[in-house]
Nanobody, 125 residues
């Protein structure tokens, strides 16, 4: 199982970024997948997770209405579109996956089994 996140960078407050996670070594169709982030000195936070291709998505309250998770099973990719970015969104963002079996909120709150290397997102003027 391999996950590779990309798309991070420096953006001004109010701007947008799109993160992408390329999955390999497994079939995304039967896996839950999520985006997590960790800022310096803070605990890891589940940003957005999907339990399956047809399941619901979960969003942390801090990003609800601004971030959108989307998955493309044919391409084995999962994206996180981020709008109206704030300085407090600054963090290293990770994608992660587990076999399906629990709700999207469960995965975001308790974590997942396989993790990729993160991509840095910095929101600053």
């Amino acid at each position: 199982v391999q996950l590779q996140a990309s798309g991070g960078g420096l953006v001004q407050p109010g701007g947008s970024l799109r993160l992408s996670c390329a999955a390999s070594g497994f079939t995304l169709d039967d896996h839950a997948i999520g985006w997590f982030r960790q800022a310096p000195g803070k605990e890891r936070e589940g940003v957005s997770c999907t339990s399956s291709s047809r399941g619901s998505s979960y969003y942390a309250n801090s990003v609800k209405g601004r971030f959108t998770i989307s998955r493309d099973n044919a391409k084995n990719t999962v994206d996180l579109q981020m709008h109206s970015l704030k300085p407090e969104d600054t963090a290293v963002y990770y994608c992660a996956t587990s076999k399906i079996g629990y709700s999207a909120s469960y995965y975001c709150n308790y974590g997942m089994d396989y993790w990729g290397k993160g991509t840095q997102v910095t929101v600053s003027s």
